[in-house]
């Protein structure tokens, strides 16, 4: 591996980041950063379980805790004992969580149809991946 290979997978690495919103302060201008909605999302599709859900988004649970107390400030999650394990927290989204998480789902799928519409080699892109 040289330099040259190193700066290309950065280079990339930021082009991402920029089209699917990681830079920006407010993410798809809903309110939040790019990690509180990436947990909204990752327990929107299931990530119950806090040892699951770092795992998942590979957080460490300090920081994991400090996104969920924002997001049930919000209203937007609830956590609950795991009855199974007096040592785990359990996450489910509120109505008011569901209907945030389908918004995010479809601005990300707007955003994804809107990159593919603009490029030129969509279909080369798309087999790259």
Known sequence: MNASDVE???NFSRAVAVEIGAMEDSLLNRGRPF????VLNAIGLGHENLSGLCAFLQ???GRASELL????AEGLIETTPNPDDRHSRLMRLTPKGEDEFNIYEKLFDERAAAILARHKHARRMLDAM
């Open 69 to 72: 107390s924002g997001l049930e």
């Open 8 to 10: 290309r997978v950065r």
């Open 59 to 61: 957080l460490n649970a």
């Open 35 to 38: 990690g509180s909605a990436r």
